[in-house]
């Protein structure tokens, strides 16, 4: 029986050679085995299958393959970020309303260099939008994964094959982020409905998977930096990641920044090497210098209306420190305390879950209308604890009396059954979400559908679309059609602050207006007790989603005077409405026949309805402008 379970066990607790735990740790593993290659080799393919299921399932389900199917929000708006061309070397032409923006007027086109990466995989590839969405999501799937294993073979403490397996499971295939819906998810088997709202955790095409990728590879190499002691190279790859973290999503960047700050006093204050000292300061100085030159050639708001500013806002602290915040103090404070861990790798560890602790509670020291720190810093949330759970497993596993064979079957047993367990979350995270987004991948097809036919949109035409939720039908307007489209909440972050005042807010004010809604109604709203879900609704996410009573007052102010006024002029027939939609040879009205967005009596006010056409629950109206 105990050979038995010998065999079994032996592929999760690898042979790590003689050396003891700790020199291991600091003269690095051995090499690879063709056993333990196989493993990862399936471990990653694995991930990529679940990862990729939905996809395959729902392509072979609609027999659909022009537009790529969503399952995780802000897909249009990356993709359209990707899509549209320059039209100058400095200015980028917004594709919902097809005017020029300098790319250093809003912070999503200055740190644009993810859509700009799609957007030569998407032309080597043949413009072929479906194929380029997900070969790039599994380029980054596939990396995430070598980067992770990579890191945790030649890190953890105490690394068999088996438990760098399950450190990239826990990564990959749970989500620590949302960790009491999962578990709830889990209470409701044999019931699928939870599973279906909550995803797999890098299932994102652009956000988090490419930072954290990023940021996991520079870790390691802060680990490594600290091992070798002098190995400037290394330092000059930290800097290039630092750098590409930045163009990409600067929130990486400052997560990077904390590693090595805390690394740093280490080495500086700790271990009084004079040397590295002098190392990680040039380093310092020399990414600060390249990163304020990129970063500060501009706005760097992500959220246009305002300046960045500092601002102590204590209030807001207990609303921020929830359990998601306990549980990754706790991990820290234990990674701190840890004396099975190596220093070059426990202070890297907890330079990671420090910074990311800090930047959680960033909105009371910078206000959420800037740069909505502490949402952003979720992002790392899950990537943070499952790292750091891992190492501290690794750690409790180090102990001398688990090494001799009497202990290995049990430990190898309790690995393979801890990896089959998240494996089966990833499979009902992965069927969950094929099935909760399949509606709107339906309604995704009929949209190209409709718009492939008699009806199409031609150059000079404007396309009315609904526009209530993130990746709403707008925004796959000019994917499908190259056609502007009247209104579309994500536009406002592909645009300058002042164009934000005279065009997007003039154009929101219409489709309000052209969907019932009008200027008493949005005062009872703002007045009302979901005043925030209404802000959030109509683009104003920093306020609406800040826990400070005051930014949440700016908000309904912004509202108030950039909104309601042109709101009441439209009422009141204003010519400028009519002098707008006289730009445009036709309006193409796209509307669901069962369940109306647009009213047909306020589109008739403005606009002389010349044909329809119903393709299923789409109805398409084509109007011309009253003259």
Known sequence: MTNMLDKISEPLLAPRGRLPVSEQSSLGRPPLNRQQVLLYFVATVFVLLIYSYPALRTRFELRFSKLPPLFAPDLTLYLNLSQSPATASSQFLNPYYLVPVPYDGAGYLKFHLAPALFAGLRTALGGRLWLSVFLWNALWWCGLSIVVVWLLRRFLPWASSGLVVLGLMLLMLFNFGILKTLLIAWAHLPSMARFETIGLPFMRAFVPVMPVTLLVAYLGLQMEALRRGNAILIWVGMGVLQLVALASFPYATLMMAGITAVSAIWQIVFSGNRWAGLV?????????????????????????????????????????????????????????VSKKVSPDVKWPLVGLGATNLVLM????????????????????????IAILLIFLLSAALASPQLEPNRWKYHVGIAIACAVSMVALNGLLLSLGTYRGYLTYNRQEAALAQTLAGPFRPLQGDLVIARAQVVDDQCGWIFLLTQSQVLYCTDAEVMLTVRQNVDIHRFRQAIYLYLTGRDSNWLRRMLAGPTRLNVMYGLGYWAEAASHSRSEQADGVLAVEHELIPLLEKIEQRDDGVGRFFQQFRRIVVVDNQEDPTFSQERMMSFLKLESEQQTGQLECRIYTPRK
């Open 280 to 336: 990680v300061t040039i380093y310092g100085v020399v990414c600060a210098v390249v990163d304020a030159v990129f970063a500060l050639g501009g706005s760097l708001g992500f959220y246009g209306n305002h300046s960045s500013s500092i601002r102590f806002q204590p209030a807001v602290l207990p609303h921020l420190v929830g359990g998601n915040w306990l549980i990754l103090a706790i991990l820290t404070t234990a990674a701190i």
């Open 361 to 384: 509670l960033g909105d009371a020291i910078v206000p959420a209308q800037t740069i909505l720190l502490s949402h952003h810093a979720a992002h790392f949330i899950h990537s943070t």
